[in-house]
């Protein structure tokens, strides 16, 4: 096989592979965001699915790496590019991870907003919330109420101050927030609109 019909037999051989990871990246952050905003029991099965294509796609590169070995250093691209693709994947990974937790909050807050401003005030609970708390000058509003103690909740914070919980991969949380309400331990927070945030606790 000539170099020049060798070359384009493997940029075509390595095109479909380039397409696969980059819809493993995207694809599988997609997945996640929507598994995880939608049910914490269906990233039983889209998490180890998404996770487990990577060696998959690692090992299918080093078996064609190996074939197309006479080709020199461009066939190692075959095994690099999942290699070069797992950050990207992680950082996707992460974000929609983060977003995920707060996409429910903010919709519910933008499609309800009447209702928990006047439930501020003493008003029946709005639609979906698990329960009301008041720590004077805030008021959480539970969303969800894990397994092992922690929860999640769309909190009114007239002092902004929510906005220094951090605690998202191991960000910092400011010291006067951090034990707010009875139990629990401040971990992160995203502001959702003017004074309300989503914040998750343990």
Same mark, same amino acid.
């Given at each position: 096989m000539s170099e020049r019909r060798q070359g384009a037999t493997l940029a075509a051989t390595l095109r479909p592979r380039l397409r696969f990871c980059i819809?493993?990246?995207f694809g599988g952050a997609a997945a996640l965001f929507i598994a995880n905003a939608l049910s914490g029991?269906?990233?039983l099965i889209v998490a180890p699915v998404v996770t487990i294509l990577w060696p998959v796609l690692t090992l299918e590169g080093a078996v064609q790496a190996w074939r197309w070995r006479s080709a020199g250093i461009p066939a190692?691209?075959?095994v690099m590019m999942p290699a070069i693709a797992l950050p990207? %994947? #992680?950082f996707a990974a992460n974000h929609a991870l983060y977003w995920s937790h707060v996409a429910p909050s903010w919709l519910r807050l933008r499609s309800d907003r009447g209702a928990f401003d006047a439930a501020l005030t003493g008003a029946p609970m709005p639609t979906g919330i698990t329960g009301i708390l008041r720590v004077a000058p805030r008021t959480a509003f539970r969303t969800i109420i894990g397994f092992e103690g922690?929860?999640?909740a769309i909190i009114h914070d007239p002092t902004d101050r929510m906005? %220094? #919980?951090r605690g998202w991969n191991g960000g910092p949380v400011a010291p006067d927030i951090l034990r707010i309400f009875p139990n629990s331990q401040t971990i992160w927070c995203q502001r959702l609109d003017s004074?309300?945030?989503h914040c998750q606790f343990g």
């Open positions: 819809g493993w990246v029991s269906a990233m190692l691209l075959l990207f %994947a #992680a922690d929860w999640a906005a %220094a #919980a004074h309300w945030f």
